[in-house]
């Protein structure tokens, strides 16, 4: 049990005395109460706002109740001082043994410290990466990847059962586009001059293997055929090469998907259809017409009765047409199917999504909540897009792909590390720039590089003291100093942090309190060089430099336990 979740059942514990001697209601909900740091360390060490939530449904004045808090939990021994400030906050100033107890459980827990159980092992599918299987991903895919594989492992070190999910998009008219295009590559493969590949397909040097892959397997049989009789064929041997590329170049960022669904599958199944009359028989679904377009005259549009989704009932500015006059489904038909058939399986689902799909968010949402009957909670993240620059300029990259700039190209360049930090130092729905010179700087302005060399800094400490030639005792905690103590305070953070960033799906929120750790520790090694006795190893002081490694030891272990979540390696040395 970590420091500030054994001071909630501190608190709990309190509360639950006041009930019993009936200077409290018993049964208040207590879900609101926090505990947490103060903004101001100078307030103390721990603060909780238990009063201030609980005194209206109590019928009592926060003060006071505050007053009746702080006399149970000053008398707790590791409490040196219990206050109320302003209105009715409660802070707390521990012990330095605390910090020292928190210190030794950081060592003992090693990789687990930070765990938590507060997912109660509920099933959460995150859907996140899903791009159409047409071709390499671009620096857009990129981000989303990084930002849905880094919530998925927050997730599961917070206690969640995570299912990582891809939703490939193989039933749509741009795999019969990609199918068209691999054509024309098969067709150059067995040596036909094809000329400049025509508007509305895909250009690409990519498609080419594909194209000398159908030309070994079929020979000419198809350079003239009709349409009709080889689309469905290349459409099906373009769309696995395309996966294998999409999964190689996951590969290189670190991210491994344990289900792939089909959408051409969930359509052979019928789930479209099912999904229909499940909506139909809780009317849910009816047939209408949709009113004609902003700007269209009535020359200009022709009313057709289609299958339309209530989505107005869920807080959308209008119904949803789930099929389209052809009697082919609607990408939404199509994909409020899929969320339908994902619901089934999970407790909650999370969809990673580009920006550009902010539009379809509200109707996706309404579906679920009609589908679910409210009781499978839904969340959609936006990912804002990501501008390419070189020293604060455009940067245009050779484009392997034909027009764009893929997500291999940018790990070929910079390294997996770079890539998934920094695509975690903002919020995913804030813009973002990528430089691709900042982002291999060696300075503390750029913060992989930060936070790697504090890891490998502390890593090399050992290999100091061996070449020393210094024996090192037993640690000492009691001989760290308030300053060193202050650094075990930040170190405690860490297990709420995860919780706190888990709860609030935030993935860039570990980013954030690394950068913090990695600065304090740079600040506390370069002490050392101004002022000799405050290094960390002192050979004429063997006692002190194993309690200081101790120290440092501990700090190792909560940057690469932050570091796993994001999915970037803790360096032992920088190259």
């Known amino acids: ?185 098969y067709r150059e493969a067995l040596g036909e001059e094809i000329g400049a590949i025509p508007e509305g397909l895909y250009p690409g040097d990519y498609l080419k293997p594909v194209g000398a892959k159908l030309a070994a397997e079929y020979g000419d049989r198809f350079v003239s055929a009709p349409e009709s009789e080889w689309l469905v064929a290349f459409r099906t041997t373009a769309v696995a090469a395309m996966m294998d590329m999409i999964r190689a170049d996951l590969a290189k960022l670190g991210i491994h998907h344990n289900l792939f669904s089909s959408e051409a599958e969930l359509q052979a199944a019928g789930k479209p259809a099912d999904a229909e009359a499940w909506l139909r028989s809780h009317d849910l679904v009816y047939d209408g017409v949709l009113e004609a377009p902003k700007g269209e005259t009535p020359e200009d549009w022709e009313p057709v009765e289609l299958p339309l989704f209530r989505s107005t009932k869920f807080g959308d500015d209008q119904d949803r047409p789930i099929k389209k006059s052809d009697g082919s489904w609607t990408y939404f038909g199509a994909d409020l199917a899929y969320h339908f058939q994902k619901a089934q399986d999970a407790d909650e689902l999370i969809d990673i999504w580009g920006a550009d799909h902010a539009g379809t968010v509200k109707r996706i949402k309404a579906a679920v909540a009609a589908m679910t009957e409210g009781k499978k909670k839904f969340d959609v993240k936006l990912v804002q897009m990501v501008r390419l620059l070189k020293n604060g300029e455009p940067f245009k990259m050779s484009k392997r792909a034909g027009n764009f700039v893929t997500l291999a190209d940018i790990v070929d360049e910079v390294g997996k ?43 090399s400490l050992k290999r100091k003291v061996a070449d020393a030639g210094i024996a090192l005792p037993v640690p000492v905690p ?52 101004d002022r000799p006795e405050a290094r960390i190893i002192l050979a004429n002081d063997p006692e002190l430099t194993a309690t200081r490694l101790y120290l440092a030891d501990g700090i190792g272990q909560v940057i690469r336990n932050g570091l796993h979540l994001m999915g970037v390696d803790a360096l032992e040395e920088m190259v």
């Open 478 to 529: 009691e001989r760290l100093d308030a300053q060193e103590l202050a650094l075990v305070k930040l170190l405690a953070q860490f297990p709420r942090i995860v919780e706190s960033a888990a709860a609030a799906r935030e993935p860039h929120r570990i980013a954030f309190y690394l950068g913090e750790v990695a600065a304090a520790f740079h600040a506390w090694w370069n002490m050392g060089n």
């Open 1 to 185: 049990m970590t420091l500030f979740s054994r001071f909630s059942d501190h608190i709990g514990t309190a509360l639950d005395a006041l009930a019993a001697r009936g200077a409290l209601p018993a049964g208040l909900d207590r879900s609101a109460i926090s505990v947490e740091p103060p903004r101001d360390p100078a307030h103390g060490d721990v603060a909780t706002n238990a009063a201030m939530v609980l005194a209206k449904p109590a019928g009592m004045n926060p003060r006071a109740l505050a007053d009746l808090l702080v006399a149970e939990l000053g008398a707790l021994d590791e409490v040196t001082e219990a206050s109320v400030a302003g209105p009715g906050f409660i802070n707390l100033r521990l012990a330095d043994d605390s910090w020292r107890d928190e210190l030794a459980l950081i060592h003992a827990e090693a990789g687990d410290y930070g765990r938590s159980n507060i997912g109660e092992d509920r099933r959460v599918n995150v859907e996140y990466v899903s791009a159409n299987p047409t071709g390499p991903m671009h620096v857009g895919h990129c981000r989303g990847a990084v930002v849905g594989d880094a919530l998925a492992a927050l997730l599961e070190y917070a206690g969640h059962d995570v299912i990582r999910e891809y939703y490939v998009n193989d039933a749509g008219a741009q795999v019969d586009v990609l199918a068209r295009s691999v054509h024309m590559r």
């Open 417 to 459: 590390d770079a890539v998934r930090f920094t695509m975690l130092t903002r919020k995913a729905d804030a813009q973002m720039d990528f430089d691709f010179a900042k982002v291999v700087e060696a300075s503390r302005d750029n913060p992989v590089f930060y936070v790697q060399y504090a890891h490998a800094r502390i890593s």
